[in-house]
């Protein structure tokens, strides 16, 4: 029987280009990037060039990007990292009810610790309503967490606009656009985001491998203790191959842009 996927808002699959040059990677870029040696320092190399490749994309400076392990942890790192470092200023956090549950369950582990968290509604097409957004926004609020677009209904949020109400209050924005890369322009500068989820599976990319994009001068805790890499705020031994196989997936959203 001929298998037919469709499935492509829960993943897509690897495309050829991409296993390729992640192949290549496995047995000719083994070294790791921390190490001082010349096979350490050629597989870094190739992971900065894929920061950059993906900053590019972006808007963002390389500086800003951080490898995580997919759109869950970036979103997980977003959630608890701020609410771990601004925990003194203030416990409440908005997001929408309609998040993901990388989001939805960060937020309720943190209901344990004393923070609040208000689920904005959504309108009939699943929009956020900006006038429900200022309604509940409070003094002692600290983060809105709003997606770019749903996985499920691909309603794109008016994510341009939160950021400038977010910004104007002085709280940090971050918006998941796991669903929303390649699908939809993404500039963190347009978009007025401090912070960013990407993943690299939803756009011919490999899985377990995502980005999180986070705003110079923003400082929210680190989301994995250990070694110095990803600027000191992401440990663990980089995942080069997937890194790259990422970029790679990134650089053909760009050519696709320009057709
Ligand atoms: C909107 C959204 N956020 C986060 C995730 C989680 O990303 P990952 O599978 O890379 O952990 C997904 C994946 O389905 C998603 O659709």
């Known amino acids: 029987m001929r298998e037919v996927y469709l499935d492509y808002a829960a993943t897509t ?16 870029s083994y070294g790791n990037p921390s190490s ?15 920061r950059e490749i993906i900053a590019d994309y972006i808007g963002a400076d390389a500086k800003e990007i951080y490898f995580t392990s997919g759109g869950t942890e ?13 925990k003194d200023k203030g416990r409440h956090i908005i997001t ?9 369950h960060s937020c309720e582990f943190l209901e344990n610790f004393g923070f609040e968290i208000t689920y904005l509604p ?42 400038e109400i977010a910004k104007k209050k002085g709280i940090l924005f971050h918006s998941d656009a796991v669903q929303a ?27 377990g491998i995502g980005v999180m994009y986070l705003r110079k001068g923003v400082k929210i805790e680190p989301f994995m ?14 995942n080069v191959t997937d890194i790259i196989g990422f970029a790679e997936a990134v650089k053909m959203l760009k050519e696709n842009d320009k057709k």
């Open 122 to 163: 959504v309108d009939e097409y699943g929009s956020v309503e900006i006038s429900e957004l200022k309604k509940a926004i409070r003094e002692d609020t600290i983060l809105i967490s709003i997606m770019t677009a749903n996985n499920e209904m691909g309603t794109i949020q008016p994510i341009k606009e939160i950021g």
């Open 13 to 28: 699959p690897t495309e050829k280009r991409v296993a390729d040059i992640m192949n290549s990677t496995y047995s000719q």
């Open 181 to 207: 890369l390649g699908s939809v322009p993404i500039n963190v500068n347009e978009m007025n985001v401090d912070m960013l989820s990407l993943s690299g599976h939803k756009i011919y990319g490999p899985k």
């Open 36 to 50: 001082i040696h010349a096979i350490g320092r050629r597989a870094k190399g190739y992971v900065e060039e894929a």
């Open 225 to 238: 203790h250990g070694g110095a890499q990803e600027f000191r705020q992401r440990a663990g031994t980089h």
């Open 74 to 86: 970036s979103d997980n790192w977003a959630i608890k990292g701020t609410a771990f470092a601004l």
């Open 96 to 104: 929408s009810c309609i998040e993901h549950h990388a989001i939805l």
